[in-house]
């Protein structure tokens, strides 16, 4: 989801990582936060406001990704499979592998954030009551993180997808409808409702002088507008593919080559002159292996003509390869995860089809065009 992020290490056995998007939010939060803390106690050093600025920023920081991991934990135990958590801009965002396949999962999946996020405000709080006599910088550090805690856990609430009160409400609606595609089109529509007055209020606030401030509402609610139709767009290829089986998408016309063939032979006499860009290593109808692009350009040019593709291609044990019954949606979800755009359809070992991520996409495109 996040391409041009740093990774910074696994919790759980989940990769965390931040967003080079982060770093501008983390600055202009500290020198918010040293602003703050100058302006309550005005007799600290300058060094002691930034100092506290920046120890506080990290540990709302942390609280954000503890809020993910509270998703996560839940996720991972529903047999869910959590790709990572990023830190951007607008906080963090925790990629799950799949949605959820009961609406009591996604309920208690979606309350999990808000309620470690009010758990660390009543723990910041209860540090803030023990320092204040004794600790004033801590006691002023901890106050703010109880406080922008409970907020983080409120504004997540709000009943509108992709907040965790939209995934709330569609689990809601998808335990009475027993419709996962409809309950997530209102969950969606009520975001798209929200974040169009997060925009305007922006807008308004804005208008009236508070420039800064109305110009980063406006800018979340563009955000979760930007999410929200995401969310319906995915739910309406969900519908558009619904019943559709890898078989019925695949096509059978692929290039064929032989093991024993150099990368010289393939990219000359295929790929330049056909645009191909993938080619089964095929041993009559049984598949040994795939050549793309990516594997050609690891050998040296000068290479090409003495190496056989059987010595670069992606062996048949390493292929992800899919049956010819399984659906459409799980083949999107594994060209997505694994980042590949060809996928074998297998049976008994005997190459049937290629369902190519181009061609899926096509083929989406139109059925979403036709649709009523």
């Keep these: 989801m996040f391409a041009q992020s740093?990774?910074?290490?696994?919790?759980?056995?989940?990769?965390?990582?931040?967003?080079?998007?982060?770093?501008?939010?983390?600055?202009?939060?500290?020198?918010?936060?040293?602003?703050h803390f100058a302006g309550l106690h005005p007799h600290w050093t300058y060094a002691e406001h930034l100092s506290l600025g920046v120890a506080t920023s990290i540990l709302f920081f942390a609280s954000v990704v503890l809020h993910e991991l509270g998703h996560s934990v839940l996720a991972l135990r529903y047999g869910i499979p959590v790709k990572s958590i990023t830190l951007f801009v607008f906080g963090g965002v925790a990629q799950i592998g799949k949605e959820p396949t009961k609406p009591i999962h996604e309920f208690n999946i979606a309350f999990a954030g808000p309620i470690v996020s009010a758990g660390l405000g009543v723990f910041f709080y209860g540090v803030m009551l023990l320092a204040r006599e004794t600790a004033e910088g801590i006691a002023a550090l901890a106050e703010w993180l109880s406080r922008i805690n409970f907020l983080l856990a409120a504004f997540n609430l709000i009943p509108g997808f992709p907040l965790d009160g939209?995934?709330?409400?569609?689990?809601?609606?998808?335990?009475?409808?027993?419709s996962f595609e409809?309950?997530?089109?209102?969950?969606?529509?009520?975001?798209?409702?929200?974040?169009?007055?997060?925009?305007?209020?922006?807008?308004?606030?804005?208008?009236?002088?508070?420039l800064i401030g109305g110009l980063w509402i406006a800018f979340i609610g563009w955000f979760l507008l930007s999410a929200a139709q995401s969310t319906v767009l995915q739910?309406?290829?969900?519908?558009?593919?619904?019943g559709t089986t890898a078989r019925e998408v695949m096509t059978s016309e692929y290039l064929s080559v032989s093991g024993s063939a150099s990368v010289a032979d393939l990219v000359e006499n295929h790929f330049l002159r056909t645009g191909a860009r993938c080619a089964m290593v095929m041993d009559d109808d049984r598949i040994r292996g795939l050549v793309t692009v990516h594997e050609i350009k690891r050998v040296p040019r000068e290479e090409w003509s003495r190496t056989p593709?059987?010595?670069?291609?992606?062996?048949?044990?390493?292929?992800?390869?899919?049956?010819?019954?399984?659906?459409?949606?799980?083949?999107?979800?594994?060209?997505?995860?694994?980042?590949?755009?060809?996928?074998?359809v297998v049976q008994d070992g005997r190459l049937l089809g290629v369902v190519g991520r181009d061609r899926l996409l096509a083929l989406i495109r139109t059925r979403l065009e036709f649709k009523t």
Excluded: H
């Design 6 to 35: 740093i990774r910074m290490g696994r919790i759980l056995g989940i990769p965390i990582g931040v967003n080079y998007s982060w770093f501008i939010i983390f600055a202009l939060i500290t020198m918010s936060l040293a602003t």
């Design 166 to 178: 939209g995934r709330v409400l569609r689990s809601i609606i998808w335990k009475y409808t027993g």
């Design 182 to 210: 409809r309950a997530t089109a209102l969950a969606a529509g009520s975001g798209q409702l929200f974040a169009y007055a997060f925009i305007m209020f922006g807008v308004w606030q804005a208008l009236s002088g508070n």
């Design 235 to 242: 739910a309406g290829i969900r519908s558009a593919m619904s």
């Design 309 to 344: 593709l059987q010595s670069v291609m992606l062996g048949e044990d390493r292929l992800t390869c899919v049956l010819p019954d399984a659906s459409v949606e799980n083949v999107l979800e594994t060209m997505s995860e694994k980042n590949i755009n060809q996928m074998p």
